[in-house]
């Protein structure tokens, strides 16, 4: 599958050119090779791609936030004047950050696309998600400079680089905006010299060339007819016209000759980790026990198994499920033994299976002595945090542990392998019509998120009393 070459423009300091470079660039881009596919678009929060690029007045159904929510990038598109596809601006961006899990999941979602060509992102200017994203992504970092603070910010960028152990070299500086008719004496003659002096001083490569300030240019995105108009048709007169040819060929260039290297590497890294996912899952499916917990009921594998519940041990040791009969029976017996009518039990019953959905159960045994331990029962909200509880003390013979009746502690039993142990808890949750999926990496990875913020509530509340 042909892989995408990703170019974003960054800059952490507004008013450098970011967006008139990242949009001409394509346009410049698409002029010198026209059978290579050039895509472009924007986290920043306007709409000049929307505005240069839409043909006619039909707006597309899609735009960038779809980019982080599964869709094929592929499907996003909207065929642009100049030949330049280019997906649609959002303005509720910032609303839906929530929605960005990771600084990968621009490059992941692309590298599985049929995406090819150049994608040009333009940033917005301050270090956020969807910035982080589209550095990740990068094959090349372009970065507009036009003084010393812009310079400056580029550290920002170079450490987002080195923490996702990129080269600094991914970065490349373009002095922008160059107002040519300011002189100095001594070895540096103007602000180009100067800046790429300090440029290279630290450490930075630099694009041969510049981009200059130029009235004419400015005047094409502030107009009174309120439309934008790419420097290649109405600028062709002006010496940013050939700065912008020269900055094309280098571009172009730098594809040539390093290829779309960087989603290459993400889609080697991405299997890599769904193999390393695989190998887990088989391993929490080896684990898990082969049928109810209560009773002889055998989990199917492939199939739906509505109203089951999914235990698990604090060490993930021992895990399995419990059909919602079995498991409401067990709780009713060990831990509502005052309920003696079946309408009572039904109710509660009924209370439960319908807080199940929304909450979770902590089970914890405290042995209290060799004949007699303290079970609590918690519901706890989504995020591990207790609702409500009670505690019930148990003894190891009794009514509890008739025989062929199963019991809570035979069931922390269960859990501890036959090993005695002074404190023990159990997490439970209702799973959905396939119970197997909460064994899946990123199902689990929350599961596990949650019994550790519970074992450190739990180490606290111990240390405090």
């Not at 002595?369 to 003894?395: M, P, T, V």
């Not at 808890?425 to 689990?444: A, C, E, G, M």
């Amino acid at each position: 599958m042909p892989r995408s070459y990703v170019i974003a423009i960054a800059s952490e300091k507004g008013g450098v050119g970011k967006t008139t470079l990242a949009t001409n660039l394509a346009i410049y881009l698409k002029g010198l090779a026209e059978d290579l596919p050039v895509t472009l678009f924007s986290f920043d929060n306007h709409f000049t791609v929307d505005q240069m690029f839409q043909l006619g007045k039909t707006s597309s159904t899609h735009n960038v936030s779809e980019l982080f929510t599964g869709s094929n990038p592929a499907d996003l598109l909207s065929n642009g004047q100049y030949g330049v596809d280019y997906i649609q601006s959002s303005r509720n961006l910032f609303e839906l950050q929530h929605q960005v899990k990771s600084i990968d999941q621009l490059a992941q979602n692309i590298s599985r696309s049929t995406l090819s060509g150049l994608i040009i992102i333009d940033t917005s200017p301050i270090l956020d998600i969807y910035t982080r994203n589209a550095l990740y992504a990068a094959d090349r970092v372009i970065v507009p400079i036009k003084d010393a603070p812009s310079l400056e910010n580029c550290r920002n960028l170079a450490d987002f680089l080195a923490q996702n152990n990129r080269s600094k070299t991914v970065l490349k500086l373009l002095p922008c905006l160059i107002d040519t008719r300011i002189h100095f004496d001594g070895p540096f003659r103007n602000s180009y010299q100067l800046l790429k002096a300090y440029a290279i001083n630290r450490g930075y490569r630099c694009f041969e060339g510049f981009i200059a300030k130029s009235p004419k240019v400015e005047s094409l995105s502030t107009n009174p007819s309120g439309k934008i108009y790419p420097v290649i048709t109405h600028g062709r007169n002006t010496e940013v016209h050939l700065q912008l040819t020269h900055l094309a060929r280098q571009v172009y260039l730098d594809y040539l000759e390093q290829g779309p290297m960087r989603l290459k590497e993400v889609s080697n890294e991405l299997f890599d980790q769904e193999e390393q996912f695989a190998q887990e899952y088989k391993s929490r499916l080896n684990n898990l026990q082969p049928s109810c917990l209560c009773c002889d009921a055998q989990i199917p594998r492939d199939e739906i198994w509505p109203n089951a519940y999914f235990l698990e041990n604090s060490t993930g040791n021992f895990s399995g499920f419990i059909e919602e009969d079995c498991f409401f029976e067990l709780l009713l017996q060990d831990c509502y033994p005052e309920l003696n009518s079946r309408e009572q039990q039904k109710l509660l019953q009924e209370i439960l299976v319908g807080s199940a959905n929304r909450s979770l159960l902590l089970l914890q045994k405290t042995q209290v002595n060799s004949e007699q331990a303290q079970i609590d029962l918690f519901r706890l909200d989504q995020h591990g945090e207790k609702i409500s509880g009670r505690s019930i003390l148990l003894k190891k013979r009794g009514r509890f542990q008739r025989q062929g009746k199963m019991s809570l502690l035979h069931l922390f039993n269960q859990a501890a392998k036959g090993q005695e142990k002074y404190f023990q808890q159990l997490l439970i949750r209702q799973t959905d019509k396939n119970p197997l999926n909460i064994l899946q990496h990123h199902n689990y990875l929350e599961w596990q998120t949650i019994f550790n913020r519970i074992q450190v509530d739990h180490q606290l509340d111990t240390e405090a009393g």
